[in-house]
């Protein structure tokens, strides 16, 4: 019989909590409470639960010490007959060799499924509205993207603040159960209050970006500004063709530039900077086609961050007005933004050596 610290398993037995044991190899060796009856029968690998399908390298990952906790926050349906969610912790017992699973009812997260049910409702009549009234462009990006940023802040300050808490009572445990382990348990809440504070500062930083851009400085005076201000090379190519198409979108060219130059600045730590607008012609439409490259380090776009909505926000701003941004980027090789518009509605820009009235 394993035991259970005499402090958690009465709150086990009394459905406060769930406690269970995995053995180091990940076989389920004791489970106390209905709040862990999701996890496999006593003998069966965990990993064969639904939940923890394919969690075999984080679990690995937490013995190996490369993490110190490993949560599953705000799970749905991990027991029958429970109308909120759990929040179900994975920590690792060096000293017994086995992971220890705590769980607990996550009544923050049903208060915020609540709030964001609330906020999708509200959203989908609000985007109704937008797409009656097309012609407002700028009205429906400045509405989504505040919206999707809502409810990105939301995500971001329960995971924190549920992080945060488990962590605080871990370590009040500590104190009664193992003294020298209350200094790391610290160490790692202040670490998750850090984190959960940069990442809250973040979505409001983003909330903060003006309602309407004006649009003197243009691209050029903003391209300068950030050079000045981050000391990197930055050259400026625009053809005379894309000029009217620059003018024509000129915040969402603006948006994106922004959200661009950030990611440069925070991320890339490029040297060299690259803005080119071109116009792409055929016979039968026109397209604005604004590049910005850097010689920064570069990133795996295929790897997701969650919590960072800055290039699906890019994305999203030129789709609104029926174009087209892709990033383009890989470890080392820097990055490219290219953003393609329509603006087969203007005039053909007459050919080279004709006059027009």
Known sequence: MIDLNAELLPAAEADVIGLAIVGADRTMLQKTGRLVEWLPAIGADCCQCMLLVGMEPELTALA????????LAGVRGASPGLDHPVTAVFLWNK??????????????????????GS?????????QQLEAASSEVRFASLARTRLRLARDLHDTLVHSIMALLTQIRLTRHFLSTDPARVSDGLATAEEAAINGLARAREAIARLRIPDEPELAPDAE???????????AEVSVHI??????????Y??????????????????????RVAFRASEDRTAVARRLVVEISDDGCG??????????FGLIGMVEF??????ECSVESSQGAGTLVRISLPVAGLPVAPSSGTLTD
């Open 221 to 231: 005076g903003m391209l300068s500004d950030f050079a000045e201000r981050t000391g």
């Open 239 to 248: 053809e005379d063709g894309a000029r009217e198409g620059l003018r024509t």
């Open 119 to 127: 906020e999708r409702r509200a959203r989908r009549l609000i985007e």
């Open 299 to 308: 990133f795996d776009p295929s790897v997701s961050k969650p919590g960072h």
């Open 95 to 116: 000293d017994r060799s086995h992971y220890l699973v705590i769980a607990m009812l996550d009544f923050a997260a049903r208060q915020v499924e609540v709030l964001l």
């Open 318 to 323: 030129a789709e609104l007005v029926g174009g």
């Open 250 to 271: 000129g915040t969402t060219v603006q948006r994106i530039l922004i959200e661009a130059l950030r990611n440069v600045e925070a991320h890339a730590k490029a040297r």
């Open 64 to 71: 190996e010490g490369q993490r110190e906790v490993l949560a």
